[in-house]
């Protein structure tokens, strides 16, 4: 599975490609041949791109079916990025360094709003007009997925021929069996019409209201698309492969630490986060297959990062650390759910070599947390923090949110009050061991996100959020091993235009592009209405943009989830024997 494959190449060509290539085990190298093409393009630099195991996921996916060879492409850094669009050059694949335009399939894998404009710098370097009406028969098909595809696709839709909504599992295989079986490339669309989670933008006209409103996606006659798109998702992880790293490379984020998907899924049902809703069911990878790969991996890696939303979600996680210790691995979760934390866990996690351990409190009050259905109290926050320290840990880095619904001024002192009180269990047990370690918050302003509970919320007033950042900060100074970044609301900002815009913000994206990323000059000059899109209520709106993809949760559950916040009324998760029950209706 691992096999070194190092590219030969004339002295005269090597450059940055030729040597990522050469720092690589696991890459794929077919010959062309007769087989398919796709070109899998990440919209970023190769650090940031080959970090992303979703991005490795699709690119084994792909390469797993015998008549298809696919190869990489990301974004030049950023000096060289000009100089190739000024020069024209090409944009070249990493493994065959074959230009992207001579490709059947350009398929871009998107995962943050901020690399839109990078979709477009892409598309010119490929040579290709970067709106889908300017291209024709001749080019290659342009499909944009990625996890942003799940939340709201508009302010990507005039650039994609198609979006993929939903999971690479299943869109894969229909994508592939659709190009080959096409006659033409409109019989190609209107096949991939008929397929669970693709979204054909040019077969549907948005009509508009006179307030700027949408009143509806019509479909264009003799397309056959479907009124609404549904998501595509697999119902079973049990014959799947867990997608894991399959190419180790020492040149990103993580090094070359081994990376696994866990378990897929939340059944929390936090109601600010999109990735709980729209990744249901809670679905665990095969315990047995998950220490098979690593231990297929160890040659190349000594750190293992396990990838879930709730990690503990796993019924047999317990064994999957005890397995990976067994094979030599430190362990590194990415977050942990406090509901789950156990002496258990955290001392499998330490004799792992595991320092450091991240929870979400997100809000400093019970009462909040009851708004936003976080399901635990201060208590059972300080439980955990007796845990985690007791158990041997040194550090502990919390996410906090701000600008959520209700939010008083004793919210954001409970975020102090709370961190201050798991500040002093950590000194009490750091001076048992004579070493002290600290406590890293992280702050961001609350972006209402589509495909949530809050889809219908403005964003809270930027002048607002940032006078409540600046008094976090001051109550939170001077407090020794205590860190906190607190993000600035005008970040958020231009975030939420592209989270909860629509195709009308797509002139902004290309202005961006144009100008380096100056989003308060590409809105001006466009002259978009940012705030229409952004500081807006929409709870009257009968259309919201992203209508147009169904993840499967009912518009009447959102909005019965949002009373119950206002209520202050938590919805506790199902019992986890039942959860897959519960909400397998949700992929009919």
């Known amino acids: 599975m691992f096999e070194r494959r190092i590219s030969m190449k004339k002295p005269h060509h090597r450059e940055r490609a030729g040597d990522a290539l050469s720092r690589e085990v696991g ?3 077919k010959t062309h041949g007769a087989r398919l093409r796709v070109a899998l393009v990440f919209p970023n630099t190769y650090f940031v791109g080959m970090s992303s195991l979703g991005f490795q996921t699709v690119y084994r996916l792909f390469n797993d079916l015998d008549d298809v060879v696919c190869e990489r492409v990301f974004l030049p850094p950023k000096q060289e990025l000009q100089a190739q669009l000024a020069s024209g050059t090409p944009l070249l694949t990493l493994e065959s360094r074959t230009p992207v335009a001579e490709f059947d399939v ?14 477009v710098s892409m598309l010119r370097l490929a040579k290709m007009p970067p709106r889908a009406e300017a ?30 909504a939903g999971e690479g599992e299943v869109l894969i295989p229909s994508l592939m069996t659709c190009v080959r079986e096409a006659s ?29 409103t949408i009143e509806g996606f019509d479909v264009k006659p003799g397309t056959g698309a479907p009124a609404v798109v549904k998501k595509a998702a697999v119902k079973s992880t049990e014959r799947l ?23 897929r899924g939340c059944a929390n049902l936090c109601r600010f986060c999109w990735a709980g809703y729209n990744y249901l069911p809670v679905r665990p990878f095969d315990a047995d297959r998950i220490l098979e790969l690593a231990a297929q991996a160890k040659p190349y890696a000594s750190k293992a ?33 406090l509901d789950d934390l156990t002496p258990t866990i955290v001392d499998l996690l330490r004799r792992s070599g595991e320092r450091s351990i991240t929870i979400a409190p997100e809000a400093g009050s019970d009462r909040l947390r009851r708004v936003i259905n976080k399901t635990v109290t201060n208590q059972e926050i300080l439980n955990a923090a007796e845990i985690i320290f007791d158990g041997g840990m040194e550090n502990l880095k919390l996410y906090y949110m701000i600008g959520l619904p209700t939010e008083t001024d004793a919210d954001l002192e409970g975020i102090r009050d709370l961190t201050v009180e798991m500040r002093e269990i950590m000194l009490k047990h750091a001076r048992a061991r004579g070493r002290i370690g600290r406590i890293v918050g992280s702050v961001n302003p609350l972006i209402p996100k589509p495909g949530t509970a809050y889809q219908w919320l403005p964003m809270e007033d930027p002048a607002l959020t940032e006078r409540k950042a600046k008094r976090l900060r001051e109550m939170l100074a001077g407090l020794d091993n205590v860190y906190f970044n607190i993000k600035s609301e005008r970040h958020s900002y231009y975030q939420a235009l592209l989270s909860l815009g629509d195709r ?23 002259g978009i209405d940012a705030a229409f899109y952004i500081f807006r209520d929409r709870s009257g709106d009968g259309v919201l943009p992203w209508d ?15 009373e119950k916040g206002l209520r202050e009324e938590w919805t506790l998760p199902p019992k986890r024997q039942k959860e897959n029950a519960k909400f397998l209706p949700v992929l009919s």
């Open 27 to 29: 890459y794929v190298r």
């Open 106 to 119: 350009i398929a871009f894998s998107v995962s943050f709003e901020w690399d839109y404009t990078n979709v």
């Open 135 to 164: 291209r024709n028969a001749r080019h290659p098909l342009v499909v944009i997925g990625g996890a942003v595809t799940f939340v709201n696709p508009e302010p990507l839709a005039p650039f994609a021929d198609v979006i993929a």
């Open 184 to 212: 033409d490339r409109t019989d190609l669309l209107q096949r991939l019409a008929q397929e669970r989670g693709f979204y054909i933008p040019s077969f549907y006209d948005v009509r508009y209201a006179d307030s700027g």
């Open 241 to 263: 492969d867990p997608p894991a790293t399959s190419i180790f490379t020492p040149d990103t984020e993580f090094g070359s630490r081994f990376l696994i998907e866990v378990v």
């Open 305 to 337: 990062g396990l990838v879930s939303i709730a990690l503990c979600d796993h019924p047999e996680i317990e064994r999957i650390l005890n397995g990976l210790l067994d094979l030599g691995y430190s362990v590194s979760p990415a977050s942990l759910r």
């Open 504 to 526: 009308r913000v797509a002139p902004a994206i290309e202005a961006a592009e144009r100008n380096g990323g100056n989003w308060r000059a590409a809105v001006a000059e466009t």
């Open 548 to 562: 147009i993809i169904d993840g499967g949760m009912k518009t009447s559950f959102f909005r019965s989830e949002f």
